[in-house]
């Protein structure tokens, strides 16, 4: 019996706490309405706020561009006005800067005419340059070769020499030698 009863008050309890927490629902749903009423009034205030912002920077914007308008035509004038004067400042460096060209030439034709003077002479002193380097040339190589028959003699002659030198040792040592078996082979017979 104990266990029925439990079972039932059990029961009991859950009937009771539903009504409740549907209530609490209610009120969490309306809060939340609430809520969202009070969001959609600050939204549409944005909006309106926002709407009204753009108005005004549109109308500055528009205030900005007429100011710039105004400005750039100023501009303009002042640009072809300086134009116009440029061109006639143009035309007179124009005239200067041909009177300068003139100028220039005639010292450059002046100059050219100097450096091909100058040129010949250069030419012609290195041609008598060139020519005394070849006879100079001529003479070294002359006296190298005479040099060379000379190095050539002076080794043909120490070869020579060599070989002299050589054939008198090889003599001696011939010499040397046979004296020295001579002496071995008599003191061989005297014992």
């Given at each position: 019996m104990m266990p029925q009863a439990r079972r039932m008050t059990g029961v009991g309890e859950a009937g009771a706490a539903a009504p409740l927490e549907a209530r609490d629902l209610r009120a969490a749903i309306a809060a939340l309405r609430a809520e969202l009423e009070q969001a959609q009034e600050r939204l549409q205030r944005v909006r309106d706020d926002a709407a009204a912002a753009v108005s005004a920077e549109l109308a500055q914007m528009k205030n900005t561009i007429a100011a710039l308008r105004g400005e750039l035509e100023r501009e303009r004038a002042l640009r072809d006005e300086a134009v116009r004067e440029a061109h006639g400042a143009r035309h007179a460096?124009?005239?200067?800067?041909?009177?300068?060209?003139?100028?220039?030439?005639?010292?450059?034709?002046?100059?050219?005419?100097?450096?091909?003077?100058?040129?010949?002479?250069?030419?012609?002193?290195?041609?008598?340059?060139?020519?005394?380097?070849?006879?100079?040339?001529?003479?070294?190589?002359?006296?190298?070769?005479?040099a060379q028959s000379a190095h050539e003699a002076a080794l043909e002659q120490l070869a020579a020499q060599h070989r002299s030198a050589m054939a008198e040792l090889q003599a001696t040592v011939r010499a040397l030698h046979a004296q020295l078996h001579g002496a071995e082979g008599r003191k061989t017979k005297a014992r």
């Open positions: 460096e124009g005239q200067q800067l041909r009177a300068t060209i003139a100028t220039l030439r005639e010292a450059l034709d002046q100059a050219q005419h100097d450096t091909d003077a100058r040129l010949r002479e250069t030419g012609a002193a290195a041609k008598d340059e060139i020519v005394q380097l070849r006879a100079t040339a001529l003479v070294l190589r002359e006296a190298l070769e005479a």
